[in-house]
């Protein structure tokens, strides 16, 4: 099963968020993901969301820093692993390989602040790491 949602951080203050998936997995997600957004205020603050919890329900994210305003919502992504299904070269019942990337033309536009934030979880089926990279630096690693 594969959910997304968006869920209003709510408070002033607040430096985690509870989010219900809406529906109950068989299984506790493999995969939880999210991004901090506020598309209101003029100022805003950068904030990173962390996971702290997951369950069948739901997770708990704790974000890098307190909201300074009611205009936050996490957009979050979960899935199980019913929707990955192994491939010619994988190892494992549900592994997917890792594919090569295509390059990215030289007219694209990327400043520096702009940022991926990239999941990978070993073939073993270990807890998949996070790791937040500057497109400038991806642009000119996949172009090299």
């Not at 099963?1 to 998936?21: D, E, L």
């Not at 003029?42 to 974000?63: A, D, H, Q, R, V």
């Not at 692993?81 to 990215?104: D, E, M, Q």
Request: glycine fraction near 8%.
């Amino acid at each position: 099963m594969f959910r997304t949602g968006s869920t209003t951080i709510g408070s002033s203050g607040a430096t985690s968020v509870a989010v219900s998936f809406g529906a109950t997995f068989s299984t506790v997600p493999v995969s939880v993901v999210a991004t901090v957004s506020n598309t209101t205020d003029s100022n805003y603050l950068l904030l990173y969301p962390f996971l702290i919890n997951k369950s069948t329900t739901g997770c708990i994210f704790e974000l890098s820093g307190a909201v300074d305003s009611t205009n936050y919502t996490v957009n979050w992504m979960a899935s199980d692993a019913s929707n990955v299904t192994g491939v010619t070269g994988a190892t494992g019942s549900n592994a997917v390989p890792a594919k090569a990337f295509n390059k990215l033309p030289a007219v694209s536009s990327i400043t520096n602040y702009d940022w991926a934030f990239i999941a990978i979880q070993s073939t073993s089926g270990g807890i998949p790491t996070t790791y937040r990279l500057s497109l400038n630096n991806l642009k000119a690693f996949l172009n090299s």
